[in-house]
């Protein structure tokens, strides 16, 4: 998605709002109503808005621009930018709404004040703070950060510090795919790494049982419920009728056959009342920044709306916790020894997954792929790459890593602490994605032939070009700055090395999983060939924040090629979605 530049209260009204008007305008507002349209906007727009569903994005942003902009604002907004569009310059967005919604909690009062569902002023003062908040989420201290780093690299970086966790809200990994992905890891785990126990004799997914006090299958099940209860709903309807996006707590999993222990542990897991969220926002992580610390709603995506009312804050949340809210949850639960233990496997699971992907696609028989290949005649049994490509002059070799950016380095807005950390777990490190990558690139196309290992009984003496490729499951990493910063150390690591000059080796490719499963569909229905679109995103033609999924659409434009579903994904969800069926009664 391109660069998000949302539209700000100053450019349209010429005054630079401060926090104290802020504040004074949220003092106004009846906490737990102010709260609720703001969460319930928010999941509005994490169901629904979507780049490359400009046309239904353009209609919801419209709607929302009517519902809380008084007449002056919305004709500013129409007069100043008659042709923007709400994709990339809208008035309301996911890091806005939220971070407004944690101020609520802060600062609006429990009573005595205007509700925004019952009076419409009330509830275009709320749009009128939306607005405001735009103008507050950059501090002066990033402002001033960004203007004095001239120098190109510590600029980039800068940005990159400040764009990331907007661009992990703005670009959500899809629903479906992350639903089949969760599923795929648990089986996986379950087939081939049942063998493996920590120290107290339990299996790894047991922890997570013994931790939640619930199965990890039947918190994919209890998910999935709720995912495909907003998934009925039609953005017609909610942007006509907020309160559609509440459910019963008591009705949404009554036919299931989940016992109800579990179902309560679901909700004590997953839900939280007002004052609780007040109190988790009260103990903040103090190097973490409010515009990008949404800790308590990631951990508790639901919030109660009464009793036996509940509403989802974020979508994107929700699903987050059949990713990395399980390899969180299993993770803080383990002590050093086995969190390591843990660690491996779990890579060894991603690493799993992602060569299933590709060997649905160049079957193992088909003498292309190599999943896992290993260096021939070495007793230490030396692995050469996670995955590897044959394509005749041609060579994927691919790295991939299951590990995640902490909370710190991703939302401290610390450039150092960031960096230091891609630069650990992706970078150059020893064992990390570059590292791993240029020395096994040195290792068989070394400038001395003799000091050349081959691996998989792999002739590659035809090899003229080899295309490096990260398979990361972070999706935060998905910003195109991401793949600039590694793609640079990659550059600077490589000069250093004893590699065949004659050999051309293309930029560095960072792949998010699910770049991986979208642009796969393409190269089986023989759109074009997996080296074509690496060739494209290493054109220099690009600019550093532009991402994969910007360059797979501007290639598929180029070409007149029209976007293509993973056909395999929506199998394997249909598959789902039966098997889910057994859950309920009838």
């Given at each position: 998605m391109p660069a998000l530049i949302y539209i700000q209260h100053s450019e349209l009204t010429g005054e630079t709002p401060t926090d104290d008007q802020l504040t004074e305008l949220l003092r106004s507002l009846h906490k737990a109503p102010a709260f609720f349209m703001l969460v319930m906007v928010n999941l509005l727009l994490s169901l629904f808005y979507r780049y490359f569903r400009a046309r239904e994005t353009e209609q919801i942003h419209g709607a929302l621009l009517d519902f809380l902009?008084?007449?002056?604002?919305?004709?500013?907004?129409?007069?100043?930018?008659?042709?923007?569009?709400a994709v990339t310059r809208p008035v309301f967005h996911r890091q806005q709404l939220l971070t407004l919604a944690r101020r609520v909690l802060e600062v609006s009062p429990d009573y005595g004040a205007d509700n925004p569902f019952e009076s419409v002023e009330a509830r275009h003062r709320l749009g009128s703070a939306c607005l405001l908040m735009n103008d507050l989420l950059v501090s002066p201290d990033q402002s001033e950060r960004l203007l004095r780093e001239l120098e190109h690299d510590p600029a980039l970086e800068e940005l990159l510090t400040q764009w990331l966790p907007v661009s992990e809200l703005m670009n959500p990994p899809d629903e479906v795919h992350s639903l089949v992905r969760a599923h795929q890891f648990i089986k996986i785990i379950n087939d081939h790494?049942?063998?493996?126990?920590?120290?107290?004799?339990?299996?790894?997914?047991?922890?997570?049982?013994?931790?939640?006090?619930?199965s990890l299958d039947a918190h994919l099940a209890l998910v999935y419920c709720i995912y495909a209860y907003y998934n009925t709903l039609e953005y017609g309807q909610v942007t006509s009728n907020l309160n559609s996006l509440k459910f019963v707590k008591s009705v949404i999993f009554s036919k299931m056959t989940v016992s109800d222990e579990q179902k309560e542990r679901f909700f004590e897991l997953n839900a939280r009342t007002l004052s609780s969220l007040i109190d988790d926002f009260r103990v903040p992580v103090a190097t973490l920044l409010s515009q990008y610390d949404f800790t308590p709603f990631r951990k508790y995506p639901l919030a109660y709306f009464g009793e036996d009312f509940l509403t989802c804050v974020d979508a994107n949340f929700l699903i987050e916790k059949l990713g990395p809210g399980v390899y969180h949850s299993i993770a803080n639960s383990l002590d050093k020894v086995d969190r390591e233990l843990f660690f491996t496997t779990w890579g060894q699971a991603f690493q799993e997954y992602v060569n299933q992907l590709l060997s649905e696609v160049y079957p193992l028989g088909s003498g292309r792929f190599f999943p896992t290949p290993y260096f021939d005649q070495v007793k230490s049994a030396y692995e050469a790459f996670d995955g590897v490509i044959d394509c005749g002059d041609a060579l994927i070799a691919m790295e991939y890593k299951g590990g995640f950016l902490s909370a710190g380095a991703k939302y401290s807005g610390q450039r150092d602490l960031l960096v230091a950390e891609l630069d650990q777990k992706f970078g150059r490190a020893r064992g990390a994605g570059v590292e791993q990558l240029v020395r096994k690139i040195e290792v068989v196309f070394n400038s001395e032939r003799a000091a050349r290992k081959t691996f998989a009984q792999l002739h590659v003496d035809a090899v003229r070009r080899?295309?490096?490729?990260?398979?990361?499951?972070?999706?935060?990493?998905?910003?195109?700055?991401?793949?600039?910063?590694?793609?640079?150390?990659?550059?600077?690591?490589?000069?250093?090395?004893?590699?065949?000059?004659?050999?051309?080796?293309?930029?560095?490719?960072?792949?998010?999983?699910?770049?991986?499963?979208?642009l796969l569909s393409y190269v089986e229905a023989g759109d074009f060939a997996f080296t074509d679109i690496l060739d494209e995103y290493g054109l220099g033609t690009y600019q550093p924040h532009e991402s994969f999924q910007d360059v797979l659409i501007n290639f598929r434009k180029k070409r007149g090629i029209k976007s293509r579903p993973n056909e395999r994904i929506l199998h394997s969800y249909g598959e789902l979605h039966e098997s889910m069926k057994t859950l309920f009664s009838e």
């Open positions: 902009l008084d007449e002056h604002l919305f004709e500013l907004v129409r007069q100043k930018f008659p042709r923007e569009s790494f049942s063998a493996v126990v920590i120290s107290s004799g339990e299996h790894l997914l047991d922890v997570f049982d013994r931790v939640n006090g619930i080899v295309y490096p490729v990260l398979v990361v499951q972070d999706i935060s990493l998905q910003i195109g700055l991401a793949n600039w910063r590694l793609k640079r150390w990659f550059e600077e690591e490589r000069a250093s090395r004893s590699i065949d000059r004659d050999l051309v080796i293309r930029p560095l490719s960072l792949l998010t999983v699910e770049n991986l499963e979208r």
